[in-house]
């Protein structure tokens, strides 16, 4: 597996359940579909279906599992996403893990004032840039929804802004086929025609229908653009475990499968052997507060379960980590990201996003994002194992430093003083030595970092005729 760039040879793994209750699972999510079937608020997309053999009944749809198996085998088992540049940057296939951002967040939390503030354009450059910066953030997502730019220029000045500030791939929100189509617009100059976008994807397109059993035209009408462009695009169920989806983890996940399918089966009838990224989101509801809670328990066994099915299906998943429901960035974040970042890890959760997601995804702190990176770069050194052979048995070097000796002066040892892993933001000194230095948290050791990378660093720069052509397609959105 890779995390990231590096390659693991043999990662550990976690799982809910195994090969034949994913078998159940999948049977059970077919009766949904065949006996309660969904609605379908896409005219189109019922007739397709109708054609194919699902019975329709106004905008109801019903539809049997041969039909749902037969789209299943026409879809790749694998996709790559490419970089600006052209470069190979993400291959989305078995337990390969990327981390990255989340999109559309209503505030970025100030951690100096304590307070969280709406996003302006200017926030949102320096954040890309900051991801840009991060080695372990593999992909960019918007963040923040821009409160200084019409309403309906956001999404185009959105993936502007991204793609100016940063090479990374991405994974792109539109509110409709028509900020989508000029998204891909956008895409179309940096790659310079449509073939070479469908040869090299630049980014995966988050749809998403509606718990429990609702299909909106929007989903649908992007759905199929991405089907038509061959970008590929995941349909990623965000559900609240005991309101809109059952309250156990696997009636949830047969919920929001199902959910899964019909959209998968949507897109193939659109053009068969599309890319489509499989999986979906849950937000379990607390029912003490009535708020829908990330990185519960709930929702890491949820997130467990849809990988499992994914490599049941052999797709590539969709899921998140490095996000919670504390409002700062305090030990109860650290606390939340840690453990979902670690768990996807083990999940083998292909692409996982909303690093730095505070508030329950209504705001982000830029120090967790950076604290994210922290652990994420942690998790990669856990997941490597030990390596065994002649050279790390150190028979040797155990002879050699004998009764009650050390191993300061062994090569070994001076050669992992100069390139055994280390923490960016951890300290390591003595409380004498820690208090000289100004004695800082972890947390102010991130907004330092934050500060000094958003001044600093400069992204590649694009092809300025490239530039223009964006430009002029997000002026036109005004």
């Known amino acids: ?52 053999g699902a019975l329709v009944e106004g905008d109801k749809v019903f539809v049997s599992a041969s039909l749902v198996e037969r789209a299943l085998k026409q879809l790749p088992s694998r996709i790559t996403l490419f970089d600006r540049d052209g470069n190979p940057a993400m291959f989305l296939e078995g337990r390969n893990v990327y981390y990255g951002t989340g999109s559309d967040t209503v505030n970025v939390t100030d951690f100096e004032s304590r307070t969280r503030r709406p996003w302006t354009k200017e926030d949102i450059d320096g954040a890309l840039r900051l991801c840009d910066a991060l080695p372990n953030i593999d992909f960019i997502m918007s963040m923040g929804i821009i409160s200084d730019v019409p309403v309906t220029a956001n ?26 189509e000029d998204i891909f617009r956008m895409y179309i100059a940096v790659r310079g025609s449509a073939e070479a976008l469908r040869l090299k994807p630049y980014g995966v397109v988050y749809n998403e ?120 960035c305090d030990a109860q ?15 083998g959760c292909n692409i996982t996003h909303d690093v730095g997601y505070l508030d329950f995804g209504l705001s982000i702190s830029l120090e967790l994002l950076v604290i994210s990176d922290d652990i994420i770069a942690r998790v990669k050194e856990v997941m490597a194992g030990v390596e065994v052979n002649e050279t790390t048995l150190a028979v040797d070097e155990i002879k050699h430093a004998g009764f009650n000796g050390n191993y300061l002066r062994e090569a070994s040892t001076r050669k992992s003083a100069k390139e055994g892993w280390r923490s960016d933001l951890g300290d390591y000194m003595t409380y004498e030595n820690w208090t000289a230095a100004g004695s800082s948290s972890m947390e102010q050791r991130a907004h330092a970092k934050v500060k000094k990378l958003i001044a600093e660093h400069k992204p590649k720069e694009l092809d300025p005729a490239v530039r223009k052509q964006i430009e002029e397609i997000v002026r036109k959105g005004y």
């Open 1 to 52: 597996m890779y995390i990231g760039k590096r390659y693991y040879a043999n990662g550990p793994q976690f799982s809910v359940f195994g090969a034949d209750k994913a078998a159940e699972i999948h049977a059970a999510s077919c009766r949904v579909l065949q006996e309660q079937g969904m609605v379908v608020k896409h005219e189109g997309a019922r007739e397709m279906l109708k054609a194919a």
């Open 155 to 180: 999404t185009r000045e959105q993936y502007s802004r991204m793609i100016f500030n940063s090479t990374k791939p991405h994974v792109v929100v539109a509110d409709n086929a028509e900020d989508l």
């Open 209 to 328: 229908p509606t718990s429990p059993l609702l299909h909106s035209f929007e989903a649908i009408d992007k759905l199929i653009l991405c089907a038509k462009y061959g970008v590929p695009t995941n349909y990623a169920a965000g559900g609240m475990a005991g309101a809109t989806t059952p309250v156990s983890p696997a009636g949830t996940i047969v919920l929001n499968n199902a959910e899964c399918l019909m959209g998968m089966l949507i897109h193939q009838l659109a053009a068969p052997g599309a890319p489509f990224v499989y999986g979906f989101g849950n937000s379990p509801m607390d029912m003490r507060t009535l708020q829908c809670c990330y990185a519960l328990p709930g929702a890491i066994q949820i997130q467990s379960g849809m990988c499992q099915m994914a490599r049941f299906y052999n797709l590539p998943c969709w899921g998140e980590a490095g996000n919670g429901c504390s409002k700062m």
């Open 333 to 347: 974040a650290i606390e939340e990201a840690t453990q979902f970042i670690q768990m996807a890890a083990l999940q």
